[in-house]
């Protein structure tokens, strides 16, 4: 009597040490894995296979392989095959296999009977569902102009939002990510690209084609989520920072993770590349805005005089100049060349210091034609410098709450921000409020109206 193969497995793993261990949890051991390594191609804006990975049930499914697992039988499952690359191509696809110890995870689960013990309404991520109703502004952390300055992109809850400036939504581009923290067009406005992610779960790259409204790429990487994301001048490449430390660089047509810097001994809040896009720039809660070579992944030197921790940068349109604000509340222009050797304390590249803002700084921006800049801060106050002098030309007020965007229109007319509110306000370069509107479409049309106005 030929006595099955899997019959064999599941006596051998009954009589190992692993099965007197616990349970295997779906939850909190699975779940997690399936999020930060797999959800990125198995959600509902970008299928792979017909396999969504966005719960329990979904899982269970499968797609056009069949059911990825069999409950009690592990060395009959497919996950377990292409996990440990006995079915071609191994997964995750395009990614450093799994550990060991995380595929012996997956088998210990199949074998205890694959049950899942989520809690009620909690899946891997967002599955395919109506969209999202708003019964309130939700708050915006990101916005960015097409180069033509005729579409607004903003954050809403897993998705994007995209506008044009009269306050007419054009689109909603639904994803994984519950929070986006940072969009930006490339320069020809054919492609979009966000980064954010869950709190304590993954961080995630968004790459969108614009006119189809279809994600091309979702790159999921680390276990928390993405900040301050920049578009090298070529629109080529994409840097983000993160909450593990490290900054992050994306090629943005092939969806892939090219290099990781571990720079900072802290979060990193926001990146910018320097204009021939050799250079970057990245800041955080370090205090530091440190200067690194892309090509290597090289650490040159911090651009900064340590004060307090960094949260915003933005960089000159034409020169090597960066804004940078952050706890300390005032925005401080540096050049990235060093015109000297470093020496102990020094501040030689900084060109120009602005003044104190009345609450912490968040977003920081410089105008097209790189005479203005403006800082948005957690106090609900944004304001307009010239930017060599450091007159302040303008205060921009109506906000209720923190700021935490800000662009100038791509022909440098209008300054617009948003924040917790999640109301989007453009003023002019005196400070007159232009518009207002929610870029979120909004169930009761009276809180719609109240969103939005035009004096």
Not at 92 to 120: C, M, N, T, V, Y
Not at 395 to 402: M, T, Y
Not at 404 to 414: I, R, S
Request: some cysteine; charged content about 20%.
């Amino acid at each position: 009597m030929r006595i099955p193969v899997s019959v064999i497995a599941a006596a051998a793993f009954l009589c190992s040490p692993l099965a007197a261990e616990n349970p295997v949890s779906f939850h909190n051991q699975i779940r997690p894995i399936l999020a930060r390594q797999c959800s990125g191609c198995h959600q509902p804006a970008s299928s792979q296979a017909d396999l969504l990975l966005t719960g329990y049930e979904q899982f269970r499914k499968g797609g056009r392989k069949g059911p990825p697992f069999v409950a009690g039988k592990a060395e009959d499952s497919l996950v377990i095959a292409y996990l440990t690359g006995a079915a071609k191509p191994q997964m995750p696809f395009g990614a450093k296999p799994l550990p060991d110890d995380q595929i012996e995870l997956f088998r210990r689960w199949i074998h205890e009977g694959a049950r899942d013990d989520s809690p009620a309404g909690v899946s891997v991520a967002p599955a395919e569902r109506k969209p999202v109703v708003y019964t309130s502004p939700p708050m915006i952390t990101a916005l960015a102009f097409s180069a033509d300055g005729a579409i607004v992109a903003s954050s809403g809850h897993h998705e994007i939002l995209l506008a044009r400036l009269d306050g007419k939504l054009i689109a909603r581009l639904p994803g994984l990510s519950m929070r986006i923290h940072s969009l930006a067009f490339t320069p020809d406005g054919g492609t979009l690209a966000a980064a954010g992610g869950d709190p304590a779960q993954f961080g995630e790259v968004q790459v969108w084609d614009v006119a189809a409204r279809k994600q091309r790429h979702s790159i999921v990487v680390s276990n928390d989520t993405l900040f301050g994301a920049s578009l090298s001048p070529d629109g080529a490449q994409l840097a983000a920072g993160g909450a593990d430390k490290a900054i992050r660089v994306f090629d943005i047509a092939a969806g892939k993770e090219i290099r990781r810097m571990d720079h900072h001994e802290d979060w990193v809040f926001a990146t910018v590349f320097g204009l021939d896009g050799k250079r970057l720039v990245s800041v955080g809660r370090d205090r530091a805005a440190k200067l690194s070579d892309v090509a290597t992944g090289r650490f040159v030197e911090n651009v900064n005089l340590l004060r307090e921790p960094l949260t915003a940068v933005a960089r000159h349109p034409r020169r090597d100049w960066i804004l940078v604000g952050g706890q300390e509340r005032i925005p401080y222009l540096y050049r990235m060349d060093r015109p000297r050797a470093m020496r102990i304390a020094d501040d030689s590249t900084l060109i120009q210091k602005y003044e104190r803002q009345d609450g912490p700084i968040v977003a920081v921006a410089i105008s097209p034609d790189g005479a203005r800049v403006a800082a948005g801060s957690e106090a609900g106050d944004v304001r307009i410098y010239d930017a060599e002098s450091a007159r302040l030309l303008a205060r921009c007020g109506g906000h209720s709450g923190g700021i935490y965007a800000v662009q100038f229109t791509p022909d440098g007319t209008l300054l617009a921000s948003g924040g917790f509110d999640g109301t989007l306000r453009f003023h002019d370069m005196t400070g007159k409020l232009v518009r207002a509107f929610s870029p979120a479409p909004l169930a009761n049309p009276a809180a719609q109206a109240a969103a939005s106005r035009t004096p």
